[in-house]
């Protein structure tokens, strides 16, 4: 339907009579304009939560570069800590016990004021260590030595070395006390005793924490070597036929001399004798018969009583070897009866210098024997003289 007014216009529409929305016309530059379309209300929020993520992340960031340049300057610290010289004055001795964990050792180097600060050595050691282990042991720990120059000496296992000295011809049972009166070396030594001869004469290095019976090992294990080597290099005219018999008879001349070069002629002498079937007539045996392994004691003399009393090692009675060496022979007694001089002595005696005097008869050696009691005479004479004037005085 169409009305038309006064004026000749005609309005289109319902009317509004009729309740329905009329048109009203817009102008031509409005008709062309774009409408706004107003954004979704969920892409807002998208655009919100993406700045949120945005500054949550720029935080994140900024903690771990705070946290990057905190850990490198604590790091900077604790290797110029590491390496820088420690707080130690003076030399001082650490022991490092069996089974030491780096966190224990750490904190018994600061107990000791040998370092500043236990945390830096410990996780720094770990790092400089990768895998290998602080070795128990007593080391010397110089003054000023830093972190890594301690982790160095304790890696390599360089520990103070003590020594325990066992000179030729002790009995096993004299070795065992020496062993045994050492301070430094642990743990107990066997109850049963070795076998006589059977231990090497030598110097023993070891380190704080060994046992005795390591050095007991040591020195076992290094005389039978010893022993067959030598036996091995024996001269085939040896009137002895086991190796016990040859350290037997290693012990007797141990015991006869303590000069090196007389020993293969002394040798000489007992070899003879058992190839003739003369007895050995040795005194250190008779010593050994009559004391065993404590040996005789300095203040008592040899009588003549002795030489008759019966025992299995009295050279004077029995023929041939006694059943057990005396002693522990070292490498030059061993030497000596392995290849002995070529001589035709069947006799020796003191000559009063700390040597001996050999002789192929008994009409020499009795002579020999003669010069050697005139010795002893005149030097007890003149002693008797010089104590009488110090009395006088």
């Given at each position: 339907m169409s009305d038309t007014n006064d004026s000749g216009e005609t309005h289109f529409g319902r009317g509004e009579a009729s309740g329905q929305p009329r048109i009203i016309p817009k102008s031509a530059n409005e008709a062309l304009r774009p409408e706004q379309v107003p954004e979704p209300p969920s892409r807002r929020r998208s655009r919100k939560a993406r700045s949120q993520i945005v500054i949550f992340l720029n935080f994140v960031m900024t903690v771990v570069v705070f946290a990057t340049i905190i850990g490198i300057g604590i790091f900077y610290y604790g290797v110029k800590s590491y390496e820088e010289p420690g707080p130690l004055a003076a030399n001082t001795n650490f022991i490092v016990r069996s089974g030491a964990g780096t966190n224990e050792i750490a904190a018994n180097l600061e107990r000791n004021d040998i370092i500043s600060?236990?945390?830096?050595?410990?996780?720094?050691?770990?790092?400089?260590?990768?895998?290998?282990?602080?070795?128990?042991?007593?080391?010397?720990?110089?003054?000023?030595?830093?972190?890594?120059?301690?982790?160095?000496?304790?890696?390599?296992?360089?520990?103070?070395?003590?020594?325990?000295?066992?000179?030729?011809?002790?009995?096993?049972?004299?070795?065992?006390?020496?062993?045994?009166?050492?301070?430094?070396?642990?743990?107990?030594?066997?109850?049963?005793?070795?076998?006589?001869?059977?231990?090497?004469?030598?110097?023993?290095?070891?380190?704080?924490?060994?046992?005795?019976?390591?050095?007991?090992?040591?020195?076992?294990?290094?005389?039978?070597?010893?022993?067959?080597?030598?036996?091995?290099?024996?001269?085939?005219?040896?009137?002895?036929?086991t190796r016990e018999e040859f350290v037997t008879l290693a012990s007797i001349v141990e015991k006869e001399t303590g000069?090196?070069?007389?020993?293969?002629?002394?040798?000489?002498?007992?070899?003879?004798?058992?190839?003739?079937?003369?007895?050995?007539?040795?005194?250190?045996?008779?010593?050994?018969?009559?004391?065993?392994?404590?040996?005789?004691?300095?203040?008592?003399?040899?009588?003549?009583?002795?030489?008759?009393?019966?025992?299995?090692?009295?050279?004077?009675?029995?023929?041939?070897?006694?059943?057990?060496?005396?002693?522990?022979?070292?490498?030059?007694?061993?030497?000596?009866?392995?290849?002995?001089?070529?001589?035709?002595?069947?006799?020796?005696?003191?000559?009063?210098?700390g040597g001996h005097v050999f002789a192929e008869t008994l009409d020499e050696h009795n002579q020999n024997v003669r010069r050697w009691r005139k010795m002893e005479a005149e030097k007890a004479a003149e002693a008797a003289k010089e104590a009488g004037a110090a009395g006088a005085e």
């Open positions: 600060d236990s945390r830096v050595f410990r996780l720094l050691s770990r790092i400089y260590l990768d895998g290998e282990t602080l070795k128990a042991g007593e080391y010397e720990i110089k003054a000023g030595a830093s972190m890594r120059e301690i982790v160095e000496l304790l890696k390599s296992g360089k520990s103070i070395l003590y020594s325990v000295s066992v000179p030729e011809g002790l009995t096993v049972k004299q070795v065992f006390k020496r062993l045994s009166d050492d301070p430094v070396l642990e743990g107990d030594l066997p109850a049963e005793l070795p076998a006589e001869g059977s231990l090497m004469p030598d110097t023993y290095k070891f380190s704080r924490g060994t046992k005795r019976a390591d050095i007991l090992q040591q020195m076992a294990a290094a005389q039978k070597a010893l022993i067959d080597q030598i036996w091995e290099r024996r001269d085939d005219n040896l009137p002895i036929e000069k090196a070069d007389e020993r293969p002629r002394v040798a000489s002498v007992f070899l003879n004798r058992l190839e003739k079937g003369m007895r050995l007539q040795s005194d250190p045996t008779i010593v050994y018969g009559l004391f065993g392994g404590d040996g005789k004691p300095s203040d008592r003399p040899i009588f003549q009583s002795d030489l008759e009393k019966q025992t299995p090692y009295n050279t004077y009675i029995i023929k041939g070897l006694p059943p057990t060496p005396i002693a522990n022979p070292g490498r030059a007694a061993l030497e000596a009866v392995a290849n002995p001089s070529r001589t035709g002595d069947l006799y020796f005696v003191a000559d009063g210098t």
